[in-house]
């Protein structure tokens, strides 16, 4: 089982509104990740947690704030968004060993910010 | 200043026959190097790996072939299925966690 699951999968949202994006496996991986992906662009990281800690913050602005509870689970908490932000957010999970750097994508939640 | 690319942003090819996709990259310091499928509105999927101790790796369709004293992979798919229509990315990896990745090429197979 190679599944990453992201929730919601569509999500519009006003600039004042505070909302959450979901991501969750259970491949006993222990390093996740979020993506940000613009039309026709590659993906761009935006955070990395290794074994629940935060390790890689690409400067982000701080209306992007991600939070880890467990190993399974990664959350993205919204405030305050501009429209620019609107984009396809990627969630991905790899095994976090010395050996194994495949990532696996869940499939997004398309973000529009209004 | 973008250290993995690919050039030919979109190729068509007949169904059966062989797709080829090059990715070349400037940091010598990636040490791996994978390649992912992608369909609109979907997150990428992992296709293959390959590693820089190695200038050849296989799974099924697909192949990776890396020339590391030109820095450049490509990606062969052999025979060609319309299933295999879609955006494909190269990426490297360097440091611990990070990916970078290449602008993608379209394909199309024409059935």
């Known amino acids: 089982d190679t599944e990453v699951t992201q929730t919601p999968k569509h999500l519009v949202m006003g600039m004042t509104n505070k909302k959450s994006l979901k991501c969750e496996q259970h491949m006993g991986h222990r390093a996740m990740y979020w993506y940000k992906q613009k039309a026709k662009k590659p993906p761009e990281l935006m955070f990395v947690?290794?074994?629940?800690?935060?390790?890689i913050n690409e400067s982000v602005p701080s209306r992007f704030s991600p939070e880890c509870p467990n190993s399974s689970l990664l959350n993205l908490h919204l405030h305050a968004l501009q429209p620019e932000d609107s984009a396809l957010y990627l969630c991905a999970s790899s095994l976090g060993r010395p050996t194994s750097y495949e990532q696996y994508f869940g499939p997004g939640t398309r973000l529009t910010v209004t | 200043d973008q250290q993995v690319k690919q050039n030919s942003p979109s190729l068509s090819v007949q169904e059966g026959r062989i797709s080829i996709l090059n990715c070349d990259y400037t940091?010598?310091?990636?040490?791996?190097f994978l390649w992912y499928k992608k369909y609109p509105a979907e997150g990428p999927t992992f296709l293959i790996s390959i590693s820089s101790i190695k200038d050849k790796n296989e799974d099924g369709r697909f192949t990776v072939f890396l020339n590391k004293s030109a820095k450049h992979l490509s990606l062969h798919i052999v025979p060609s299925q319309p299933g295999d229509s879609a955006v494909y990315f190269c990426a490297a990896k360097y440091g611990n966690n990070r990916l970078a990745f290449g602008k993608g090429n379209q394909v199309v197979v024409i059935p």
């Open positions: 947690y290794s074994y629940e800690k935060l390790s």
């Open positions: 940091n010598s310091m990636f040490d791996y």
